[in-house]
């Protein structure tokens, strides 16, 4: 039998001290793990792990004489989980604490046992001290990198500590039905014979709210192609786009295509999926295949277009612009531990090398979407700012959402505004 705990303290310490990703490691580890609810306990364990790693990791330097971050990864990142357990997941301290130190023998290291016994046994002595150390910096009582909690706090200083509280907070699950196979109303109900608390959003035509993750594959209409799972932040776009019978669509950056997928579900038009990564790219073959859509799929650089441009200009663009992915950390925790300040810069000039290859492309009259799921305005209306300064037949858009907040130019919704991702928008029309 496989210690479910064992295996995610080997999990996290190649997510917080080796880079991996949240989904690579869940996929190289759960196979591991015959019953489903020990994949579950492990996703559970993963993600919490993840999301509170930059709290409870320093404070493993005061319960310690020594660091086992290098020595021993796994052993380091099984007292975290310990943590997690003790503080997020509120177990009971005995089954916690007993739990914990089983993995030890688990992980083949029996000889340290009695050392996480005492390090969390401490823990729970010192508690309130501790605690009140750590919720003296905001990097750590929300467990963002110091980075991000001052870039927050200078970018959107009365929100700031909201923004960070939502990104520790369980986000809902979000539908998108597909209205070529299903009807909204026909797919609530039948997810509500099943037994799931379903609820149709307030005013996102095509959104249903459920209130917890579970297993999308096993949810009525997943087979046939009625829904897909995408954040009510990112079905914004399809209204934006102003979409018409007819037009020619470019979705640049397109992996996964749910924002493809949304665009032929609204309109018949012909639509182009650009993707610079082949391999991701057959993620949007296989949510088009699942969902009964047809797109024309292109392997190429946003960024080149002469490389694959047929020449004929596009009514609407979408610019899913590749950034720093910090609107979705809620949903995405482990990116929280693998961004760096420095990304932001090269991000920048690749969000500024695409908006200005594409613009060319777009027929007079059309109109052009540029997103990110990014909350910092380096990535977002500061890009478009400086971009229209350099395009008279460009102009802005004037939006308003039901949630989020005007930027200098655009839309930004921040992560909990709404109960949704943290996304932005900026509308660009050619005169």
């Known amino acids: 039998m496989t210690d479910t705990r064992a295996l995610a303290a080997q999990a996290l310490a190649d997510i917080a001290l080796r880079g991996t990703s949240l989904r690579d490691a869940m996929e190289r580890h759960a196979h591991k793990l015959a019953d489903g609810r020990d994949r579950a306990l492990l996703m559970a364990l993963l993600s919490d792990g993840a999301r509170w790693w930059l709290r409870f990791d320093p404070v493993l330097d005061r319960l310690m004489e020594k660091s086992l971050r290098q020595k021993e990864p796994a052993i380091h990142a099984l007292l975290v989980l310990g943590l997690v357990q003790l503080q997020i997941l509120q177990l009971p301290e005995y089954a916690a604490v007993a739990a914990t130190v089983q993995a030890t023998r688990a992980l083949q290291r029996p000889r340290m046992a009695g050392l ?67 009807t909204r109303e026909s797919l609530i109900e039948r997810l509500r014979t099943d037994g799931y608390t379903a609820e149709a959003h307030a005013w996102l035509e095509d959104g249903i709210v459920l209130p917890h993750s579970t ?133 920048a000039v690749q969000q500024q090398r695409i908006l200005a290859a594409l613009w060319p492309l777009l027929a007079q009259g059309g109109r052009l979407l540029y997103i990110t799921c990014s909350m910092l305005r380096a990535e977002n209306d500061v890009i478009v700012a400086e971009w229209l300064k350099t395009q008279p037949d460009a102009r802005a858009v004037d939006l308003q959402l039901p ?29």
């Open 403 to 431: 949630v989020g907040q005007a930027a200098a130019v655009g839309w930004q919704i921040l992560p909990g505004d709404g109960d949704l991702d943290g996304m932005y928008y900026a509308v660009l029309e050619k005169a």
């Open 116 to 182: 996480v016994n005492a390090v969390l046994r401490r823990w729970l002595r010192e508690r309130d001290d501790l605690l009140a150390a750590l919720d003296a910096k905001p990097q750590t009582r929300h467990a963002h990198p110091a980075w991000l909690a001052r870039t927050l706090a200078r970018d959107w200083p009365e929100q700031a500590d909201a923004v960070m509280a939502a990104d520790n907070v369980e986000p809902p699950l979000m539908l998108r039905v597909n209205r070529r196979r299903a």
């Open 215 to 347: 297993d999308v594959t096993r949810l009525p209409g997943f087979a046939a192609g009625e829904f897909a799972v995408q954040d009510g932040a990112a079905q914004i776009a399809a209204d934006l786009a102003d979409l018409r019978d007819g037009q020619r669509v470019l979705d640049a950056c397109a992996a996964p295509g749910g924002k493809a997928c949304h665009v032929l579900e609204r309109a018949d038009v012909a639509l182009s999926a650009l993707e610079f990564d082949a391999r991701r790219a057959q993620r949007i073959t296989q949510n088009l295949d699942r969902l009964g859509l047809q797109a024309h799929l292109i392997i190429g650089d946003a960024g080149q277009p002469g490389d694959w441009w047929d020449g004929k200009a596009y009514d609407r663009i979408l610019i899913d612009a590749p950034c720093s992915a910090t609107g979705v950390l809620r949903r995405r925790p482990d990116v929280r531990l693998h961004r760096r300040e420095s990304d932001i810069a090269a991000l």
